[in-house]
């Protein structure tokens, strides 16, 4: 009965320990998705670990709910990584990393990306696009959509050959600097999608936009 109030204890230790994930921006620990499936898969680890050390259960439940909820956590820890990397890297150049549950989405303003009505990619934003090309290198096991979005200036049609133009344009350079093609989707959007007012200069340039959208990979281990 000790060695199982001991077990209780360590792998309720271990829950709380895996069971917070650290916000990149705040610097706070918070419990988040990843957290509840890394405590899940902690529970799980410390049972096997205390089962799998005879010598020592409370060590080995410790150890298993370490490991458990690390596997437990799955894309959502994978998620975490990437998005710490990119939130860093990403300082100063004008794009905007945004946290959705699992899905990571790069934000990147019209006017920093292409000139008025052309879906050729700027020569000063090939080094950011270079790094995104790294980071999803390094961080393969995510789809990768690339959507363009206009403003509703100009005809539904003009906009949405533009938007598509524009997402094409970024998929080409990203597996041009080694992204594997067969991760990469391109759609335009047109002014379907807003995320601001359309009667204001400053709305039109938000709807102005290129995102990035990364989903799990199917049928892959994290």
Same mark, same amino acid.
């Given at each position: 009965?000790?060695?199982?109030?001991? *077990?209780?204890?360590?792998? $309720?230790?271990?829950?709380?320990?895996?069971? $917070?994930?650290?916000?990149?921006?705040?610097?706070?620990? &918070?419990? +988040?998705?990843?957290?509840?499936?890394?405590?899940?898969?902690?529970? @799980?680890?410390?049972?096997?670990?205390?089962?799998?050390?005879?010598?020592?259960?409370?060590? =080995?439940?410790? *150890?298993?709910?370490?490991?458990?909820?690390?596997?437990?956590? =799955?894309?959502?820890?994978?998620?975490?990584?990437?998005? @710490?990397?990119?939130?860093?890297?990403?300082?100063?150049?004008?794009?905007?990393?945004?946290?959705?549950?699992?899905?990571?989405?790069?934000?990147?303003?019209?006017? %920093?990306?292409?000139?008025?009505?052309?879906?050729? %990619?700027?020569?000063?934003?090939?080094?950011?696009?270079?790094?995104?090309?790294?980071?999803?290198?390094?961080?393969?096991?995510?789809?990768?959509?690339? %959507?363009?979005?206009?403003?509703?200036?100009?005809?539904?049609?003009?906009?949405?050959?533009?938007?598509?133009?524009?997402?094409?344009?970024?998929? !080409?350079?990203?597996? +041009?600097?080694?992204?594997?093609?067969?991760?990469?989707?391109?759609?335009?959007?047109?002014?379907?999608?807003? *995320?601001?007012?359309?009667?204001?200069?400053?709305?039109?340039?938000?709807?102005?936009?290129? &995102? *990035?959208?990364?989903?799990?990979?199917? !049928?892959?281990?994290?």
């Amino acid at each position: 009965m000790a060695a199982l109030r001991t *077990i209780s204890v360590l792998a $309720c230790t271990a829950v709380f320990t895996v069971g $917070c994930a650290t916000n990149p921006q705040t610097g706070e620990r &918070e419990a +988040g998705k990843t957290a509840t499936y890394g405590g899940l898969g902690a529970l @799980a680890g410390a049972a096997v670990g205390a089962l799998a050390s005879k010598d020592d259960r409370g060590k =080995g439940a410790l *150890i298993g709910a370490a490991v458990g909820g690390a596997a437990g956590a =799955g894309y959502g820890y994978y998620v975490d990584k990437q998005e @710490a990397q990119l939130r860093q890297s990403m300082q100063g150049t004008g794009v905007d990393v945004q946290r959705q549950g699992d899905q990571l989405s790069l934000v990147m303003p019209g006017n %920093i990306t292409f000139a008025t009505n052309s879906s050729e %990619i700027t020569s000063g934003f090939y080094s950011t696009l270079n790094t995104v090309a790294k980071s999803l290198q390094q961080y393969d096991k995510s789809l990768v959509d690339v %959507i363009g979005h206009t403003d509703s200036v100009g005809s539904y049609d003009y906009n949405l050959q533009l938007s598509q133009r524009r997402a094409q344009s970024v998929l !080409n350079y990203l597996a +041009g600097q080694g992204v594997a093609y067969n991760r990469l989707t391109a759609r335009g959007m047109g002014p379907s999608q807003p *995320i601001a007012d359309n009667t204001s200069d400053a709305g039109r340039a938000q709807n102005r936009r290129v &995102e *990035i959208k990364l989903a799990p990979l199917p !049928n892959t281990q994290y």
